[in-house]
């Protein structure tokens, strides 16, 4: 007798934790979950900056601005509005777009609402592969089986642009980790 009430109160409380598990938010499903014990190195952690450089008169330098830009700080804004054949100041002022860049990246034409059509896209694949329900239970991240289909392979690549002409630098042979 004992040992049955036991059993029903564990598959009672073992159908609860199913069934909370259910209830999560369909609506935006969350492919990275951010507390996961999974832990590897974060590529977007370490930051590059210019090296420093000491002006010939320090009277040069300009006066500090709290929460402002230091000059070795990346810019990553100006440098693509550079690498575009964009204006790099106003790429960093923010405000309106760039027309060399826009002028450039329309060509081919483009979508007024590519925003929202792409946001709705991938809510559905999203949506599409969410997990399994032990995945969503236990807040496993599914980030990467996700889009594994959408990976690059980057030794095809570097051949595909070798057979080009292009030159490209050397990597590491395949299977091996650069270190």
Not at 81 to 106: C, E, K, M, T, W
Not at 121 to 126: A, G, K, N, S
Not at 132 to 159: P, T
């Amino acid at each position: 007798m004992k040992m049955a009430l036991r059993q029903g109160i564990f598959a009672i409380a073992g159908c609860a934790v199913l069934a909370l598990g259910a209830c999560s938010d369909s609506d935006q499903p969350i492919l990275m979950h951010a507390a996961s014990q999974e832990r590897e190195p974060d590529e977007f952690g370490i930051v590059p900056t210019k090296p420093l450089e000491m002006p010939d008169s320090l009277t040069e330098l300009p006066a500090p601005k709290p929460g402002g830009t230091n000059r070795v700080d990346p810019q990553p804004r100006a440098d693509v509005a550079r690498a575009l054949g964009g204006n790099p100041a106003r790429a960093v002022a923010g405000g309106g777009a760039d027309g060399g860049i826009v002028n450039h990246a329309s060509r081919f034409g483009r979508n007024d609402d590519i925003r929202q059509q792409l946001a709705a896209e991938d809510l559905q694949f999203r949506r599409d592969n969410d997990g399994r329900l032990l995945e969503r239970l236990f807040s496993v991240n599914v980030y990467l089986n996700a889009y594994d289909s959408m990976w690059l392979d980057k030794y095809a690549e570097l051949e595909r642009w070798r057979r080009a002409g292009a030159q490209t630098p050397s990597a590491p042979p395949e299977g091996q980790q650069a270190e």
